[in-house]
C-alpha cells in the first residue's frame, strides 16, 4: 500500500466508523463501544506509518507527499481533492489520532452509562476524522469542509448536557464566536486563490515565493480573523473558557488536538502568505502577546478546575502565535505537539478529580483532605503534567516553550527571518513576544501552582467523599499520556529534521529568564496559599455533594448544573482562602469574569441585534401584516356587499338591468352631445 493510500484511509477511517455509530448506535449498542474505537485506533496506527515512511520533513531534504485529483470544474479557479503531507502535516495527524484514541477510549468508562453515548462516539469520531482532512489536505476549499464539520460537532459535543442552560448557552456561543471568525476567513480565502490562481497551497506558496501578492495585507488580516476564532485567540477567545460546560473528554479533545490546533497549524501551513506583509506579523504579535498576558490573569482567578484549564489553553495558544508572529513555524508546532500531549493529560485527570471530589470547584477541593490519596494515578500524572505545562525542567514543555522563547530572542535581536519568507521579521514583533512570553511564564507558573495545591492539598476539617474507584480504562489513559508528557522533550535534536530545520534547542539567556520567572512564580503562589490557607475554615457557598455511586459524567453534569459560582460571576462568590485573590487583588474581579468581553460583545452586538430583530418583528406585524389582513377584509366586505345583491327576486334583477341599460344610454348620449360640440 503506497503511502498516499494510507494517508487517505486515516481519515476516512473515522469519518466510516462516525457514520455506522450514527446509524447502527440505536439499533445494535453492542457495536457502539468497537465502531469508536477500532477505526481511530487504525487511524492512528496509519497515521503512524505515514510519518514513518516520510521520514522526516524539509530539514532532511525529504519531498513532501503530494496528490490530487480534480473535484469539480469551477472555472478559473478549480478545486482540487488533495493532499499534501510535509514533516508538520505528518507529525500533527499522529498528534491528532492519538488523542482521539486516548478520549475513546477514556469515554467508554467516563461516558458508561450515558444513554446519549452513541451519538457522542460517533460526533467525536468524525470531528477527529475533519481535524485530520484539514491537517492531511493540499487545496484550501477541502481544507474549509474540515474547517466546518469541526465547527458543527463541537456545537453538539458542547451541548451534550443540553438539559443544563449553561451547555446550550455554551455550545450556542461556541458555534456563534466561531462562525463570527469564519465570515472573514472565507473571504480572505477567496481573495488569496484569487492572487494565486488556484486554491491548492503548493500553488499558493509558489505564487508568494516568486511574484508575491497582489494585496498580501488584507488577504493575511481576513485569514487571521477565522484562526482567532477557531484558535480562541483575543479578541475571539470567550467561547473556549464557557465550552468546559460539555464533557470533559470533549474537552481534552478540543484543546489538546482539534479545533482550537486548527487555526495554528493553518497559519504553520501558510505562514509565506502571512509573513509578506509586515503589518500582518505585527498584528499577529500584539494578538499573541495580548492573549497570553490575558488568559495568565484570567486563570489565576478560575474557581472551576476546567476553566483554570481553558484558560491556560488560550494562553498556550498564544505562545504558538507567537511563535509564528516571528517567524519560526518549527517552534510553533513543536509547542503545539508537546502542548496536545499533556493538556489532554491534564483535562483527562481533571474528569477523574471532578469524579473523586464531587465538585468541579477549586474553594471546595481546598477544604477537602486527602483528594490526592484517593486518587493516586491522577494525582501523580497530573502534578507532571502541571509541571510541564509550568515549563519546568526537564519536561516536555519546558522544551517546546523555550523553542518559542529563543524564535522571538532571535527576532528581537534581528538575528532571525521567517522561512521561505520574503522579508525579515519585525523587531517590533519579536520583542513584543518575548516581554509576553516571559510575563506568561511567570503567571502560568502561578496558577498551575495554585490549582495543585487547591485540587489535592486541601486543609479542611473533613476528609474527600469517598465516590468509589474510577474505571480502570480511565486511569490506563492517563499513563499513556504520561510518557510523551514526560520524554517528548528528547526529540529535540531530530524534529529539525521533520520541519524547516531550524535547531529547536533551547538558548541559555531564555532558559534561564523562563525557568527564573516560573520559579518566582511557583514560589510566590505558594508563599500566598500558606497565607490563606487559615481562612479555610468554612465551606464555600456553591461546594456540591454528589451520590457516591454516580458515574463520573453524572458527577460532572450536576457540578455544572448547580455549581452557577463556576459558570457564571465567579467574583459573585468571594473566597478568602483563595491566594488567586490575594495575589490579584483589585484585578481578581475582573480577572474571574474574563475582564468583561462577554459584557463589550453583549453591549456592542447582542443587543443591536436584538433590537434590530425587535424592529423588524414590529414592522412585520404593524406594517406588513396590517396591509396583508387590510388586503383580506376589502375582499370580504366587497364580497358581502355582493351578496347582498344575490336576493334571488326577478323582478329586482330586471328593474336592475333595465336601470343600468338607462344608465348606460344616458352616458352615451352624453359623450356623443359632446364630442359633437
Not at 485569514?223 to 477557531?230: E, H, I
Not at 494515578?377 to 516536555?396: C, E, N, R
Not at 327576486?649 to 352624453?670: D, F, H, K, P, R
Request: glycine letters at 10%; hydrophobic letters at 55%; aromatic letters at 8%.
Amino acid at each position: 500500500m503506497t503511502t498516499t493510500t494510507t494517508a487517505v484511509l486515516v481519515p476516512l477511517l473515522p469519518f466510516l466508523g462516525a457514520l455506522a455509530g450514527l446509524l447502527l448506535g440505536r439499533r445494535a449498542p453492542g457495536f457502539v463501544r468497537p465502531l469508536a474505537i477500532l477505526p481511530t485506533v487504525a487511524a492512528a496506527a496509519l497515521a503512524v506509518v505515514v510519518a514513518v515512511s516520510q521520514g522526516g520533513g524539509a530539514g532532511a531534504g525529504k519531498t513532501p507527499v503530494d496528490a490530487a485529483t480534480r473535484l469539480t470544474p469551477t472555472g478559473s479557479v478549480p478545486i482540487d481533492l488533495a493532499l499534501h503531507i510535509d514533516g508538520f502535516a505528518a507529525l500533527v495527524a499522529v498528534l491528532v489520532a492519538v488523542v482521539a484514541c486516548c478520549v475513546q477510549l477514556y469515554s467508554t468508562g467516563y461516558l458508561r452509562d450515558d444513554p446519549r453515548y452513541p451519538s457522542y462516539a460517533a460526533l467525536v469520531s468524525l470531528f477527529t476524522a475533519a481535524m485530520l482532512l484539514v491537517v492531511y489536505s493540499g487545496d484550501l476549499m477541502v481544507l474549509l469542509v474540515g474547517w466546518e464539520i469541526m465547527g458543527i460537532c463541537s456545537y453538539f459535543l458542547v451541548g451534550h448536557y443540553w438539559e443544563t442552560e449553561a451547555a446550550r448557552s455554551a455550545s450556542l456561543k461556541a458555534f456563534l464566536v466561531t462562525k463570527l471568525g469564519d465570515v472573514p476567513f472565507l473571504f480572505g480565502i477567496f481573495a488569496l486563490a484569487a492572487d494565486a490562481g488556484t486554491f491548492r497551497i503548493t500553488g499558493i506558496l509558489k505564487t508568494v515565493a516568486v511574484g508575491g501578492l497582489d494585496h498580501p495585507t488584507l488577504i493575511a488580516l481576513l485569514l487571521l480573523a477565522g484562526v482567532a476564532g477557531k484558535s480562541a485567540q483575543f479578541p475571539l477567545h470567550t467561547w473556549l473558557p464557557d465550552a468546559m460546560a460539555g464533557p470533559t473528554p470533549v474537552s481534552a479533545l478540543i484543546h489538546a488536538a482539534t479545533m482550537v490546533a486548527a487555526g495554528v497549524y493553518f497559519v504553520a501551513r501558510l505562514l509565506p502568505v502571512f509573513a509578506a506583509s509586515a503589518t500582518a506579523m505585527v498584528v499577529l504579535a500584539v494578538m499573541a502577546a495580548a492573549t497570553m498576558v490575558g488568559s495568565g490573569l484570567a486563570a489565576l482567578a478560575q474557581d472551576d478546575i476546567k476553566r483554570v484549564l481553558a484558560y491556560s489553553t488560550v494562553g498556550q495558544l498564544g505562545y504558538m502565535t507567537g511563535a509564528l508572529a516571528v517567524g519560526d513555524r518549527g517552534a510553533a508546532v513543536f509547542h503545539l505537539l508537546s502542548h496536545g500531549a499533556f493538556k489532554a493529560l491534564l483535562f483527562l485527570a481533571a474528569g477523574v478529580v471532578i469524579h473523586a471530589a464531587g465538585t468541579n470547584s477549586l474553594a471546595a477541593m481546598s477544604r477537602m483532605r486527602g483528594l490526592a490519596r484517593r486518587i493516586p494515578d491522577a494525582y501523580w500524572t497530573m502534578t507532571v503534567a502541571l509541571l510541564a505545562l509550568a515549563a519546568i525542567p526537564p519536561f516536555a514543555g519546558f522544551f517546546s516553550k523555550e523553542a518559542v522563547l529563543g524564535a522571538a530572542e532571535h527576532a528581537a535581536t534581528g538575528h532571525a527571518t521567517a522561512s521561505g519568507t520574503l522579508a525579515a521579521v519585525p523587531t517590533a514583533a519579536g520583542w513584543t513576544v518575548l516581554i509576553a512570553g516571559l510575563l506568561t511564564a511567570l503567571l502560568t507558573a502561578g496558577y498551575a501552582t495554585r490549582l495543585w495545591l487547591l485540587a489535592f492539598h486541601g486543609k479542611g476539617p473533613e476528609p474527600a467523599p469517598d465516590h468509589g474507584k474510577q474505571p480502570v480504562v480511565m486511569n490506563a489513559v492517563l499513563w499513556v499520556l504520561f510518557v510523551p508528557t514526560l520524554a517528548l522533550g528528547l526529540t529535540t535534536p531530530v524534529l529539525p529534521d521533520w520541519f524547516d530545520g531550524r535547531s529547536l534547542t533551547p538558548t541559555l539567556t531564555t532558559s534561564v529568564l523562563g525557568t527564573g520567572v516560573a520559579l518566582v512564580g511557583a514560589l510566590i503562589t505558594y508563599g500566598a496559599w500558606r497565607h490563606t490557607t487559615a481562612l479555610a475554615a468554612r465551606v464555600p457557598l456553591g461546594a456540591v455533594a454528589v451520590d457516591p455511586d454516580a458515574a463520573p459524567a453524572d458527577s460532572e453534569e450536576r457540578a455544572i448544573a448547580t455549581h452557577a459560582a463556576a459558570y457564571g460571576d465567579n467574583a459573585g462568590a468571594p473566597d478568602p482562602a483563595d491566594p488567586g485573590r490575594l495575589l490579584l487583588g483589585p484585578l481578581h474581579r475582573p480577572a474571574a469574569v474574563g475582564f468583561h468581553f462577554d459584557a463589550v460583545y453583549t453591549a456592542l452586538f447582542v443587543r443591536p441585534v436584538r433590537a434590530a430583530a425587535r424592529l423588524v418583528r414590529f414592522l412585520d406585524r404593524e406594517v406588513v401584516d396590517t396591509y396583508v389582513h387590510g388586503a383580506g377584509t376589502a375582499s370580504r366586505w366587497l364580497g358581502a356587499a355582493v351578496r347582498r345583491a344575490q336576493t334571488g327576486n326577478v323582478q329586482t334583477y330586471l328593474g336592475a338591468l333595465l336601470a343600468g341599460s338607462l344608465v348606460l344610454a344616458v352616458a352615451v348620449v352624453l359623450v356623443a352631445t359632446g364630442t359633437g360640440a
